[in-house]
């Protein structure tokens, strides 16, 4: 790639970020979160902490795509879920992760088929194909992971451990950060 290639540059900001997706296609997604080099002091404002359960902190949602940072106690993970339909990248911005995939069987039964670990900088994709999955923060302290939806997720299948059944869930976010382009880190 020529170094003047826009998608070569380092991205070090928020606000950077943000015009990077909204200027670009989603086929432009990976090469963009692959050049996210942003502190993970930048993304202080965006952070809110939960000893129940993860945090959901919405950063942009527009029509076009959706950028969440999750904010992640030790030992902290999802259930086991899709995504809706819609492409996922996730960036670990602090701390470490394991990922589990999981795929559905004939009996509707879901199977741990792949597991992998990932640390600060490393990236993950996900697209319904691919299977389910599910990610848990593995660091003995507080982690923070991107995640960048190609068009917004309103729902997604779930695993209901109870039941033992998928179910639908309507997603929310913990905190709204209101105007992330007047940020000045």
Known sequence: M???????KEIQSVDALITALTEEDCRNYMNIVRSVNIPSAAFEPFCSWSPEKYTRNCIVENEKFELILLCWEQGQVTPIHDHGGEECWVKIIQGTFKE??????????????????????DISYMIDFMGFHRLENT???RSLSLHL?????KNCQMFDEASKKLVR???????VFENPTILKE
């Open 2 to 8: 020529n170094s003047n290639d826009s998608n070569s």
């Open 100 to 121: 589990t995939i999981y795929k559905m069987d004939d009996n509707g039964e879901l199977t741990p088929i792949r597991t992998g670990n990932s640390a600060v900088g």
């Open 139 to 141: 660091d003995s302290q």
């Open 149 to 153: 939806y190609a068009k917004p997720i």
């Open 169 to 175: 869930k309507e997603l929310v976010y913990t905190t």
